[in-house]
């Protein structure tokens, strides 16, 4: 799987992929990610990217012209079954587990990283396949939502973890043995920490009863810390994928 980042700031990047699972999966060649600068498609002395809003007001926008012209390089012939163009947003539906698993079956999928006021509308509404949101809250740019997605998504790829049971078993999974739960808690040594002991359940070597153990716990768990999880599984709904959003247009997706 491939991912293109399109950003102002492609050094931004230099860090978040060059660890753990997400720089292993690079370097064998599971995924692929390219930084793309987008000042590589302005035409002025000053590589401008941004002006001022019609309307005016305070801060500048983030012009359309280069932002097509980058995605239509960067893809000159689209396949919008296998290529998914993904503008970072603060205002689009909120990026979850679902999405992640839904953005991991486009073969590319490429993130646009908004900075300023924001972008043209005209990106959102013509350029891009949907726009995510990582949380109910303004960051100054869109390169660490985009991260985000990266890590999350890319690592949900056939053979990026290790072992494939612990993205089935882990939390906000809809399948495996918990579906819809938190993961259950960890424990590693030592078994008795300044008298803080791990469940017995744990260190018993029972299959049964550890695998029981970890369905109550993370049960439990759930039900303390995110019980909405909860009240969401009983009502059967799937949570905020856009699968499940009405288009621009009002038909359903
Ligand atoms: N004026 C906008 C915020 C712009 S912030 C508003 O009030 O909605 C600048 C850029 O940061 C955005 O274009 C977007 O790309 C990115 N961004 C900010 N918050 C984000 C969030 N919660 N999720 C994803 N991207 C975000």
């Known amino acids: ?7 102002i700031f492609p050094d931004f990047f230099q860090g978040p992929f060059n660890h753990g699972v997400v720089a292993r999966a690079v370097k064998s060649g599971l995924l692929e990610i390219k930084v793309h600068d987008l000042r590589a498609w302005t035409k002025d002395f000053h590589k401008t990217v941004d002006d001022r809003p019609f309307g005016g007001g305070e801060g500048m926008v983030m012009k359309p012209e280069p932002l097509f012209e980058a995605v239509e390089a960067i893809w000159p012939r689209r396949d919008p079954a296998r290529q998914r163009i993904v503008l970072m947003s603060a205002q689009g539906p909120l990026f979850d587990q679902r999405t992640a698993h839904r ?3 486009y073969e590319e999928v490429l993130l646009i990283c908004g900075r300023y006021e924001g972008v043209d509308e005209r990106v959102g509404e013509y350029l891009a396949d949907e726009e995510i949101s990582i949380g109910d809250y303004v960051l100054s740019g869109g390169e660490l939502a985009a991260a985000v997605v990266v890590d999350s998504t ?3 790829m056939p053979g990026v973890l290790g072992n494939e049971d612990s993205a089935r078993r ?3 999974s ?3 043995s918990a579906p819809g739960l938190l993961d259950c808690p960890h424990y590693t040594r030592p078994a008795d920490f300044r008298g803080w002991r791990v469940p017995e359940a744990l260190l018993g070597g029972n299959h049964a009863a550890i695998e029981k153990w970890r369905r109550e716990a993370a049960r439990e768990k759930t039900r303390r810390l ?3 999880l909860l009240a969401r599984a ?4 799937g949570g905020t994928d856009q699968e499940s959003a009405i288009k621009k247009d009002g038909t359903e997706v």
Not at 1 to 7: A, D, G, I, Q, Y
Not at 234 to 237: E, K, L, Q, V, Y
């Open 1 to 7: 799987m491939t991912f293109h980042l399109l950003t």
């Open 103 to 105: 953005l991991s079956g």
């Open 154 to 156: 890319g690592r949900l």
């Open 174 to 176: 809809e399948a495996g």
């Open 170 to 172: 882990e939390s906000f």
């Open 226 to 228: 995110r019980p909405d």
């Open 234 to 237: 009983a009502a059967g709904s």
